[in-house]
Each structure stands twice: as C-alpha cells, then as structure tokens.
C-alpha cells in the first residue's frame, strides 16, 4: 500500500482543514478578515463600489449553482437565469404592494399587506426554482451538447416571456412595468433598505447587504464543496465523464441528472429572492438572454468544475465592466484629452478579445482544477505510432 | 460449488432481418470463469449487451443468484449484481482512479444530497469506507500507486485494470468482462490473467467474452462458442477444442 491518507484529489491552493488543519484555519482568518474590512475599503471610493460589490456576490452565488449543473455533472444550461427570475419574483410577489393592489380578495386576507419575511422566503424560492429545475430537467434528460443547449435557451426564454406577458388576463406579473415597492431584507426592525449607524458613522444599507450576501456565498461555497466530495457529486461527474459507464456502475442517470438540475437552480432562486430584496424593483428585463450568457461566462471563463474558479471567474466579470464604465473615460481623456472610445464598447471589445485569447491559451479555464498525475509530454505516446498499445506510460486519449 | 449464479435460457434478439442471438442459454456456477467465445460477428458482444441491459431482448429468462431479473435498464442490472467493463475501455477519464472506484461503490451505498451538505456522521463514516474499500481494491488490481492520478493518464494496461477494479467495487454476483485482453501485449496479458485468477480465489464468478483463445482455454472453467448468434458447443476447454463444429467456424469447412 503505497496510498498516503489524504485527500483523494490533486492539491488546491488552499489548504483543506482535513489536510493541514493549522494553514487552513489561518488561511480562513486572514480571508475573513480581508472580507470582513472589504466593503470599507472599497466604500472609500464612494457607495457605488459597495452595489458593486454586493451584485459581484450575487453572481458568484447564481455561477456556483449554474457550476453544479454545467461543471460538475456537464449538462449545458443556456436558460440558467430563469431560475433567478422564479425566485425574484418569488419574493417580488409575496413582499409588495402588487398583490394586494390588484387582488382585492388578497387583500382582504392580508389587511397588513404582503410582507412575508426573506427568511421564510430563501427556502422557499430555493425549494420553487428547484421544482422548476426538474421541470426543465425531465424533458432534456436524453439530450447533450448542442441539443440540451437549444432546449434549456427555449425554457429561459419561455419563463422571461412569461413574465412579460402575465398582466393580462390576470395581473399577476405586472408585465414589462415590473414590480415595484419590494420589501428590503429585515432583521426585526432592522432594515436594511434604510442607512444604519456603525461606530458613529452612518452606512448605506448596501453595506449590510454586503455581509447578508457574504454569508449566503460562504453557505453555498461550502455547500458546494462538499456536494463535489460526496457520492452525489461523483455520480455527477461521473456522467459528465461518460454516461453509460455511468450507468453501468448502478447509477441511475435520470434521477442524479434531475438533481443536478434542481439543485443547481435552487442556488439560482435564492440569489433571485436576494435580487428582489436588494433591488425593491424587478422586471423580466433583468432576466435575459443575455444574463444566462454572463453566468454561464463566468462559470466557463474561471475554471468549470473548479470552485474558487468558479468564484474567481464571477467576481471578475461582474466588477471588471464597472471598473470598466469608471475608469475609461477619465483614462483617455486624461491621455489623449478627449474619449476615443465609449466605455461599453471598450467593454464589449475587451470581453471578446479576451473570450478568445481564454479559448486559445487556456481552454480549461483562467483557473481550472489543478491536475494530478499527467504524464511528461515526452513520456506519451506520439498520436501518429501504432507502436505496441500496451507501451507503458501511453495515454490513452 | 454447484450453486448456479446465472442462468439464462432462450435468449432471442433481432435486428430487422438479422437474427442476432438464436436461443442462447448459459449456465454459470459459482466461483467458476466462465468463456464465451465464437469468431467475430458470431453475437458475442450482443449477448453481452442484452445481459447487462443496453439492449432489450425479444425474449429470454434471466436469473441471477436464484433472483430473476429482467435486463431493461443498464442501471439496474448494475444493481441486481452484474458489473461489466467495456471492450473498449470506459473509464470517468478526468477523474482520479481512486474516485473512479469509488463510484463504483456508489450502487452499494445510500448517502443523499442532504446527508453530503450537513456532512452527518452517517455521511462521513460511508465516505471513509468508500475511500477504504476503493484504495484495497486499487492495491489489489496493482495500481494503487495511481491512485491520486487521472485515468486518462494511466497506461492502457492499467486502465483495464482500474475498469476491472471499478467493476470490483460494485460487489458483483458476476463479473462480465468483455475482450479484456483486446489490444495488450504479451506480458500484458499474463498479468491479466494473473489478476483473473486472484478475482477467482476471493471466490468471484467471471463470465469472460475473449477472441484469444488461448487466454480462454488455460483459463476458463467451461466454455461456450457462439457462432451466428446459436450456442455451436459448451464444455471444458477441451472438450470444445475437439468439437467438430467449433473447428469448422473458426478455421471454415475445409479443416473440418
């Protein structure tokens, strides 16, 4: 027996507590720290970065879930953002005035008016964004590849235009004008849709949106590592790896590929119910296309299956624009006395600048999982010699 | 020892005009490694495909271990106690070979969702007996060397072995194994067969579709030769050696 009893996969940059206990633990306080004083440091260059900041952790939440369905068990999902838009409206719905507006018969039941709690509501949206999950799952469960991505577009697509159009007969989305007045998060009488005093300085409620959102990601991270450890997460990349011999070892495809599905969207429905609360303002324009693109380019762009890729890939993509829209205009001014080029189209060309250089030089991702055990170029076989197959050391591709 | 594992009897397939398996039975006893063999196109692969449950027979009864089962999905017949390996190896390539034998558990074992997200203790203890149940079976095929590299990099040699180990894992009632030897060398499939033999002393059944006759022949218990789809012979491997029938289609009329 030559196995050293430590953890099966190759070594990450950060140390695992079952590892190395002592590098892990101070790992973990020196980040606390950094992301605990994070929101003061960028408040500094005013509350904006803090908004920021608060989006790029929701984002990092809806691609670690849209991680578990394309990462871990290799089901491409274009309609991802469908999931954020059930649990926003999810929230949106059973925390504003609308209801009670336009259903007298509601508000009759509710003389208070509808302010259901976040709290009762993550699982809440978590548990509907999952139903709906499996509701796209079922019918896409013997298609790959190009074909699950045209369905799972089409599923996106139908829950936006939905959206868009359930006012009438019945007004129960409010149509293209969205709902408004949303409920911010509350913790008893602490709201933070209001500004709060901290250490005698008053704070915008973005801060503590800021720790809210933190907190969640942190349960999700840590969610997530886990799932990729466990028997459920190895089923799931078993059957990205190869279906059938997924199958053939007992693992019954149609029910772990529902669970990818569903799981992955319930993160999707919670970061949506977050949206809502943070917004107090949603419409199906939040949920388009081209959002689903963003998440899954997040997802791609990081590492796919690697979580602090995944992690890294969301922070970078959502405050990269922004850092974008405040410094390009006051760069090229300062340059060339006058702005060349306008900052959304400086980003659109950057992104596709660097969408192809990612594809080029690092096709698995800026920060892929680390890889273990590959043998020395000089070792495998050339493609070309059909030498002896059973030469040691050949990779069989 | 003569406890039957499997037995199968009157396995018809077609496919359109082509009848691909005419009424094949098999019975195999316990412990024993069991050759199914026949010239190429003689049904082979199918009959194994059909056992395993990639394909659906027209008719046929199957028991295995004294439980009949019907093979309608791959999964379950996994589950009912057939691991199979693939002639043309399927492994989970960018995964490691430890975390490719310990899916292979994953049929045995019952932790959920749930359990893997508040790590119960439940959770933890069946994971730490995964991993040992996989890292004793990696040692035992040889390669737990390789444990913590990806499949893919592992040498072909090895990665049949991993297959085999991955199959291991899943506590078969009987073990399929389809061409393992396919494309090795020769001190390749020494070791194999040296491996064959060891699955069989920890008191396995084997049942092995081979095309080297002579791996079948110093290796298996009983012999069955499939040629256009009918069972032409069964018996010792020297028994079928003689067979008039077995002779003629391998070597064609003339030698007859």
């Known amino acids: ?397 | 020892m003569s406890e039957l594992i499997l037995h199968v009897s009157g396995v018809n397939k077609r496919f359109g005009g082509l009848q691909a398996l005419g009424d094949v039975s098999l019975d195999i006893t316990r412990g024993q490694i069991y050759g199914l063999i026949g010239p190429n196109g003689a049904g082979k692969t199918t009959f194994f495909n059909v056992l395993t449950g990639l394909y659906t027979p027209d008719t046929g009864e199957f028991v295995l271990g004294g439980v009949p089962y019907a093979p309608t999905a791959v999964h379950k017949v996994a589950e009912a106690g057939i691991a199979r390996t693939f002639q043309n190896i399927r492994l989970f390539p960018d995964m490691t070979a430890l975390e490719n034998v310990m899916v292979g558990r994953h049929v045995r074992t019952k932790s959920g969702l749930v359990r893997a997200i508040f790590k119960t203790r439940f959770e933890r203890e069946e994971e730490a007996d995964i991993r040992q149940r996989a890292e004793e079976l990696l040692d035992f095929v040889g390669i737990a060397r390789y444990a913590r590299f990806q499949a893919r990099t592992l040498s072909y040699g090895d990665q049949r072995r991993l297959e085999i180990a991955r199959a291991l894992a899943t506590e078969p009632k009987l073990l399929a194994l389809d061409e393992p030897a396919a494309g090795m060398n020769a001190t390749e499939k020494l070791q194999l067969r040296d491996l064959l033999v060891r699955i069989k002393a920890e008191g396995r059944t084997i049942l092995l579709i081979e095309h080297d006759v002579k791996l079948v022949m110093g290796l298996c218990d009983r012999v069955t030769v499939l040629d256009y789809g009918k069972v032409i012979a069964v018996g010792a491997p020297a028994e079928v050696q003689k067979n008039a029938a077995v002779i003629e289609a391998y070597l064609g009329g003339a030698h007859a």
């Open chain 1, 1 to 397: 027996m030559s196995i050293t009893p430590i953890s099966h996969r190759p070594p990450s940059l950060f140390p695992r507590l079952a590892d190395n206990p002592r590098a892990a633990i101070v790992w973990m306080l020196v980040t606390a720290a950094i992301l605990a004083a994070l929101p003061f440091v960028v408040g500094s260059f005013g509350n904006a970065w803090v908004r920021i900041l608060d989006f790029a952790l929701l984002y990092v939440m809806l691609a670690l879930g849209l991680n578990i369905v394309v990462g871990f068990a290799g089901l491409l999902d274009l309609g991802y953002i469908a999931f954020y838009a059930v649990g926003a409206y999810m929230y949106g719905l059973l925390a504003s005035p609308h209801l009670t507006e336009t259903f007298p018969a509601i508000a009759a039941l509710v003389p208070g008016g509808m302010h259901v709690p976040v709290w009762f509501v993550i699982p809440l949206a978590g548990g509907l964004a999952a139903f709906f999950g499996v509701l796209l799952g079922a019918p896409t469960l013997k298609l790959r590849g190009d074909y699950l991505a045209i369905v799972t577009l089409g599923f996106g697509e139908i829950v936006r235009i939905f959206m868009l159009n359930l006012n009438a007969p019945l007004n129960l989305t409010n149509g293209p004008q969205g709902i408004n007045l949303i409920d911010p998060i509350a913790f008893g009488d602490f709201s933070l849709g209001k500004r709060h005093e901290l250490f005698g300085v008053k704070y915008a409620g973005t801060y503590f949106y800021y720790y809210v959102f933190l907190g969640l990601t942190v349960l999700t991270i840590v969610a997530c590592d886990r799932l990729q450890d466990s028997r459920i997460g190895r089923a799931w990349m078993a059957i990205r790896e190869d279906e059938i011999a997924a199958k053939a070892m007992g693992i019954n495809t149609r029910n772990i590929k529902l669970l990818a599905f569903a799981m992955g969207a319930s993160f999707g429905g919670v970061a949506g119910s977050m949206f809502a609360a943070f917004q107090g303002f949603i419409s199906p324009e939040s949920f388009s296309l081209t959002e689903s693109i963003v998440v899954l380019a997040m997802v791609v762009l990081g590492g796919m299956g690697h979580i602090p890729g995944v992690v890294f890939g969301a922070v970078l993509l959502a405050v990269f624009p922004e850092v974008l829209r405040y410094t390009a205009g006051p760069v090229q001014t300062a340059l060339f006395g006058h702005v060349i080029v306008d900052a959304e189209v400086l980003r659109m060309l950057i992104y596709g600048v660097a969408m192809v250089a990612v594809m080029l030089l690092r096709p698995k991702g800026l920060w892929p999982a680390p890889v273990h055990g590959v043998v020395p170029k000089k070792f495998r076989a050339k493609p070309g010699d059909s030498g002896g197959p059973g030469s040691s050391g050949e990779a069989v591709q």
